[in-house]
């Protein structure tokens, strides 16, 4: 099964410092058909103003995941951690058993980025916060995981998020045999059997043992490997 989300399809907010736009249902915006994929709950395409961005604010029992894709941001927690994040670096806050935390764009140009939200497989952990920079090797990066991978950020569920590059006319396949997956490219388009998949559009996978992604372009995009 695959169903196609284009761009234009997805939820919308936007105000003064804000240009967001929703994979699936979250805060004001509501679609029954999109509540998630497995443990996936969020997926926000947000676009943050110069000197603007999150004021503190609180979660509990998510995994939430930042990809920055241009600028940086700001993260400060109460747990104490502080760290900017840069394009090209992934951010991992496991909320646990409650935490407050700030995502502020601090730079001078606006900043782009998924922010990507996973329910753990247990309640009450401890919370904490990394970040790390991952090399743009062709093929798939593991960025974070619960599933054992080695030199990835952690998170606490049966879940991998990668990083993919191919150049145009690459083909690639992934094995999801009992599992779910949701693409997201950032630049470029893929074809995933007759379905094309551009920039920004999402493409949730499920009751396929192989994704096959071929670029039709030079392309980067995320992937989800999932429980179901």
């Given at each position: ?11 919308r907010f936007e105000n003064d410092w804000l ?45 939430i995941i930042t990809y920055v894709r241009k ?129 920004r559009d999402g493409l949730a996978v499920g ?22």
């Amino acid at each position: 099964m695959l169903d196609l989300r284009p761009f234009a399809s997805l939820g919308r907010f936007e105000n003064d410092w804000l240009t967001a736009r929703h994979h699936f249902s979250f805060s004001d915006y509501h679609d029954a058909q999109r509540m998630g994929w497995g443990p996936l709950r969020v997926w926000n395409d947000d676009t943050i103003k110069a000197q603007s961005g999150f004021p503190p604010h609180g979660h509990a029992d998510m995994e939430i995941i930042t990809y920055v894709r241009k600028g940086a941001i700001s993260h400060g927690d109460s747990q104490g951690n502080r760290g900017r994040t840069a394009a090209g670096e992934v951010q991992v806050m496991s909320a646990g058993r409650g935490i407050r935390h700030s995502e502020m764009n601090l730079e001078d140009e606006d900043t782009q980025l998924f922010q990507i939200w996973i329910m753990p497989n247990a309640r009450g952990l401890a919370p904490r916060w990394e970040a790390r920079t991952f090399p743009s090797a062709d093929g798939l990066v593991p960025l974070a995981s619960g599933r054992g991978v080695p030199s990835v950020l952690e998170i606490a569920q049966d879940a991998t998020l990668f990083a993919g590059h191919l150049k145009a006319g690459a083909r690639l396949s992934h094995d999801l045999k009992g599992r779910l997956g949701y693409l997201v490219p950032t630049v470029g388009a893929l074809q995933v059997e007759d379905l094309t998949v551009g920039a920004r559009d999402g493409l949730a996978v499920g009751a396929l043992d192989t994704l096959t992604l071929t670029a039709a372009q030079d392309t980067v995009f995320v992937l989800a490997d999932l429980p179901r």
